[in-house]
């Protein structure tokens, strides 16, 4: 029987997935139901993806399960039970089926899936994750996801260092070629979402006239923040409380609020970097990369560098692909990893000092 395999990453804004088959596939995380009985008239009783779901968004119930970067639980009962009729267990499912679906690979015994999750998920959400994941595809490994980049990126042993900028939380990891353990993680519970709260928060506070919200503070962030000096001020329209435009100066706000963030990014690189062996420290400092949507925000780079530069020589470089890195590397694990590998990974399930470890689990899907 020919075996199929897949790697998924699942992001708190986007998830992405690759197959065996070549073929890819990214969407946002983001589910909507209809919201009420004349809504449902409009777009039935089925969950809403994409485009479907942003042409019909004020009709729907929209839920982002994967915000800040964890399952988003109503109680703590609702892992013993399994999140059984959660909304949010529903939309995962959802979700991965129908990333599974695009990318052709088979919901049978004869797939296998690795799939990403931030570097120091607690082991309540790690069970959430893959109790979920179990319900669509048999055989499922999870890994810290700056691991998954890095056996993408890095096809021999070396030491480099990960850091994975999402929207709900920022991952760093040591990689040295085998699996990471805690000390070799760390992850920040912040990513892009906290950026965009802190520009609407500014925003209001400066220009209290100003009608923005967070979609529009995210567009703005994706277009023109910069951490470092900007040559021209950044004048942008925007609606007020008197109905009309006006134009505002949000220069200072814009780069104030990205040297925040990016500086608690290098007081985590920094603080990684002390943890290393002496033997491996250059090298690793020698091989940073940015991952993730929050790659992008011009002037990171040089800001860690800055911020490790204390270490010595310091390069810091940015993903390829940062949509698609994560996905990549774990499905080149999923077709590495042997026999032996599996059937190792299977036994420490249960295993509660292994929480920082991959887990695998094989069962019969749903």
């Not at 990333?99 to 570097?119: A, F, K, Y």
């Not at 026999?339 to 036994?347: H, S």
Request: hydrophobic share 40%; aromatic share 4%; with cysteine.
């Amino acid at each position: 029987m020919s075996k199929f395999f897949a790697g998924i990453d699942l992001g708190s804004m986007n998830s992405a997935a690759v197959g065996s088959t070549a073929l890819r596939a990214c969407m946002p995380t983001t589910v909507g139901w209809a919201k009420d009985e004349l809504a449902r008239m409009l777009v039935g009783d089925g969950l809403l993806l994409g485009d479907k779901l942003q042409q019909n968004r004020m009709a729907l119930e929209v839920v982002r399960p994967l915000q800040d970067g964890a399952i988003k639980f109503n109680s703590p009962t609702e892992v013993e039970a399994k999140l059984k009729g959660s909304r949010e267990q529903e939309a995962v499912v959802f979700l991965l089926r129908r990333l599974l679906h695009q990318i052709d690979v088979p919901l049978g015994d004869e797939s296998r899936c690795v799939v990403g999750v931030p570097s120091k998920a607690s082991m309540q959400n790690r069970r959430a994750v893959l109790s979920m994941v179990q319900q669509v595809i048999p055989t499922v490994a999870l890994v810290p996801e700056p691991f998954a980049v890095a056996f993408g990126l890095y096809p021999e042993i070396r030491h480099a260092m990960i850091i994975d900028i999402g929207a709900g939380t920022t991952d760093l990891c040591h990689y040295y070629g085998a699996f990471p353990n805690a000390e070799d993680q760390i992850t920040i519970k912040m990513g892009g979402d906290r950026l965009d709260q802190w520009l609407l928060e500014e925003l209001q506070s400066h220009y209290p006239q100003c009608v923005v919200n967070l979609e529009m503070v995210r567009e703005l962030k994706e277009k023109h923040a910069s951490v470092g000096l900007a040559n021209e001020k950044l004048l942008v329209n925007l609606p007020t409380t008197s109905s009309g435009a006006e134009t505002f100066d949000i220069t200072e706000i814009l780069r104030e609020s990205c040297q925040r963030f990016a500086a608690e990014i290098g007081k985590a690189a920094v603080e990684l970097i002390e943890r290393l062996d002496l033997s491996c420290r250059q090298e690793t400092i020698g091989n940073i990369v940015l991952a993730g949507g929050g790659s992008c925000l011009t002037g990171l780079d040089a800001l860690v560098e800055s911020a490790c530069g204390d270490f010595g020589s310091c390069n810091v470089t940015r993903i390829h692909d940062s949509k698609f890195a994560g996905a990549d590397g774990a499905l080149r694990l999923a077709m590495k990893l042997p026999e032996a590998g599996w059937q190792q990974l299977m036994k420490e399930t249960n295993d509660a000092d292994s929480c920082q470890q991959p887990t695998v689990v094989e069962q019969k899907a749903a």
